[in-house]
């Protein structure tokens, strides 16, 4: 069981400046991996450049992509990407990938949206591109993150990741494309065991998304606002051993992260840009444990 480690999501900052006192806070706050989301939208910067700065102005934190939506990408020119970043984030760049899964940044895109089988699939066959482009360009190939929660993503984690990424969301059944809801702590038992069959072995790392943090001494109400705003079909108890959220006292919450590193593995918590001050007495406490 790995040491305690901890990214932040950053999504998007107003300019150089704004982005600079980001990624210099993140590091003041003890984070270990500053990364970047690859959606479309206003506001959002495309990872590759807005990780290359933030390795530029910090010296201690790894950067990465949480996750790069590879269906975007055309393979040549998204290997070129990567490797350039490698390059000028002087080897601290994690390279995270995902087969994608918003339908209307596809639509945005002016590109199709295909079954996620064949997204799965063209995931997969980015991996042996990727390596064959590293290996032209004599640059050791960065560690692989993949991250999802389907079958067809966890079983390629399984065989192919350094780390693997647990979101904890799964399409709403009967809902349109992109509308998600949370798996409770049974079935994220269940996602974590299947991917486990599927490993031969393999111990990668395992890197939990959490989805909101709420330092309060109240859990439970906290919970229940969560349940006022996104009704997803658990209750107030589900909510507060979801693995995903995160409510309760500094103290508590450490607990919290401890019984899931012994339960599912996730020794490796990313948080969103929003709560990063907020989980950063989290961080102090369970830092180097």
Same mark, same amino acid.
């Given at each position: 069981?790995?040491?305690?480690?901890?990214?932040?999501?950053?999504?998007?900052?107003?300019?150089?400046?704004?982005?600079?006192?980001?990624?210099?806070?993140?590091?003041?706050?003890?984070?270990?991996?500053?990364?970047?989301?690859?959606?479309?939208?206003?506001?959002?910067?495309?990872?590759?450049?807005?990780?290359?700065?933030?390795?530029?102005?910090?010296?201690?934190?790894?950067?990465?992509?949480?996750?790069?939506?590879?269906?975007?990408?055309?393979?040549?020119?998204?290997?070129?990407?990567?490797?350039?970043?490698?390059?000028?984030?002087?080897?601290?760049?994690?390279?995270?990938?995902?087969?994608?899964?918003?339908?209307?940044?596809?639509?945005?895109?002016?590109?199709?949206?295909?079954?996620?089988?064949?997204?799965?699939?063209?995931?997969?066959?980015?991996?042996?591109?990727? *390596?064959?482009?590293?290996? $032209?360009?004599?640059?050791?190939?960065?560690?692989?993150? @993949? !991250?999802?929660?389907? /079958? %067809?993503?966890?079983?390629?984690?399984?065989?192919?990741?350094?780390?693997?990424?647990?979101?904890?969301?799964?399409?709403?059944?009967?809902?349109?494309?992109?509308?998600?809801?949370?798996?409770?702590?049974?079935?994220?038992?269940?996602?974590?065991?299947?991917?486990?069959?599927?490993?031969?072995?393999?111990?990668?790392?395992?890197?939990?998304?959490?989805? *909101?943090?709420?330092?309060? $001494?109240?859990?439970?109400?906290?919970?229940?606002?969560? @349940? !006022?705003?996104?009704? /997803? %079909?658990?209750?107030?108890?589900?909510?507060?051993?979801?693995?995903?959220?995160?409510?309760?006292?500094?103290?508590?919450?450490?607990?919290?992260?401890?019984?899931?590193?012994?339960?599912?593995?996730?020794?490796?918590?990313?948080?969103?840009?929003?709560?990063?001050?907020?989980?950063?007495?989290?961080?102090?406490?369970?830092?180097?444990?």
């Amino acid at each position: 069981m790995g040491k305690f480690k901890f990214g932040v999501n950053l999504w998007g900052a107003e300019n150089r400046e704004d982005w600079v006192a980001k990624c210099l806070r993140v590091e003041a706050l003890g984070y270990d991996v500053i990364s970047v989301p690859d959606h479309l939208g206003p506001g959002r910067n495309a990872p590759f450049p807005a990780l290359t700065m933030a390795a530029a102005v910090t010296r201690r934190p790894r950067v990465g992509t949480l996750v790069s939506n590879v269906p975007f990408y055309n393979f040549a020119l998204f290997a070129r990407e990567v490797a350039t970043t490698v390059k000028m984030t002087g080897d601290r760049l994690d390279l995270g990938l995902g087969s994608g899964h918003m339908k209307s940044e596809f639509d945005d895109a002016g590109l199709p949206w295909i079954p996620a089988g064949e997204r799965i699939e063209y995931l997969a066959k980015s991996l042996d591109h990727l *390596r064959e482009h590293f290996s $032209d360009e004599g640059i050791t190939p960065p560690p692989l993150l @993949l !991250a999802g929660n389907s /079958d %067809g993503v966890l079983s390629l984690a399984a065989r192919k990741a350094d780390i693997t990424g647990f979101s904890g969301l799964r399409q709403a059944p009967g809902k349109p494309p992109g509308t998600f809801q949370l798996d409770d702590a049974e079935r994220m038992d269940e996602r974590v065991a299947f991917f486990r069959s599927h490993a031969n072995g393999r111990n990668p790392e395992l890197n939990l998304l959490v989805q *909101r943090v709420v330092v309060t $001494d109240d859990r439970r109400a906290a919970a229940e606002s969560w @349940l !006022a705003e996104a009704p /997803d %079909g658990l209750d107030v108890d589900q909510l507060l051993e979801t693995p995903q959220l995160l409510f309760g006292t500094v103290d508590e919450i450490v607990r919290q992260l401890h019984e899931r590193r012994e339960r599912y593995g996730f020794s490796y918590v990313t948080v969103f840009q929003p709560m990063l001050e907020t989980f950063a007495p989290i961080v102090k406490e369970l830092s180097g444990q």
